[in-house]
């Protein structure tokens, strides 16, 4: 089936705007992720979702930020009053839980968000 | 605090060669650790697990290696080419998280 998918894949925005970034999952996959990841770095933990229960929010960096997943699929991660810190790309990746545990994770193309 | 490095930014390698990534990390005890590979422009994508009780893995032309006592995994990638030419980004389970590296970028030369 289709990957993870997120929109927009590009976001320009002015310091102190408000910005929702939407993640669609893999159909059935349980578990999803919110990541920010700067030039030349590995992704950064954001948030994580099992089912719509949001179980570690430890990665959001203040309260400006917050992620939702109300039926369990499509995920939001909103930024309030945008800082041009902010400009990042954010990825949402999804998996389904391995018997074994140790969950394979599959990335969306990410959102390149610019706040100028 | 916990920590996890990728070596080397960048290796240079010729085509045919094999590239050795390393990976090492401090205050932790994953029960497992993840190799994930990206291309520029690219979301990473999943290339191998490795669990603690497993010393050793391969999948084709890649080996990953897993020391809990060195808290060291080495990545191998035997009669490279141009086509492997990508960032290396390990990554290890902290909870529900997972801590990525900052990536070994590989270049193979032919």
């Known amino acids: 089936g289709a990957g993870v998918s997120q929109s927009p894949r590009y976001k320009v925005t002015k310091r102190g705007q408000d910005v929702a970034l939407r993640c669609d999952p893999i159909s059935g996959h349980v578990s999803l992720y919110w990541y920010r990841q700067a030039l030349g770095q590995g992704p950064e933990f954001l948030t994580y979702f099992n089912y719509e229960a949001q179980q570690d929010k430890s990665g959001l960096p203040n309260d400006r930020f917050s992620a939702e997943r109300p039926e369990g699929s499509i995920s939001t991660l909103t930024i309030q009053r945008t800082e041009q810190r902010d400009s990042a790309m954010y990825r949402c990746?999804?998996?389904?839980?391995?018997?074994?545990?140790?969950?394979?994770?599959?990335f969306g193309p990410g959102t390149r968000l610019l706040v100028l | 605090s916990q920590k996890i490095e990728q070596n080397s930014e960048a290796l240079n390698i010729q085509e045919g060669k094999t590239a050795t990534l390393t990976c090492n990390y401090t205050n932790y005890s994953p029960a497992y650790l993840q190799w994930y590979r990206q291309d520029p422009g690219r979301g990473p994508v999943f290339l191998l697990l490795i669990r603690e009780n497993e010393k050793e893995k391969r999948k084709e032309r890649l080996k990953v290696t897993f020391d809990t006592t060195l808290k060291q995994s080495l990545f191998h990638i035997t009669a490279s080419q141009p086509a492997d030419s990508a960032t290396y980004l390990c990554a290890l389970q902290a909870g529900t998280a997972l801590i990525f590296g900052k990536g070994t970028t590989l270049s193979v030369s032919s």
């Open positions: 990746a999804s998996s389904f839980p391995g018997l074994a545990g140790g969950e394979t994770q599959y």
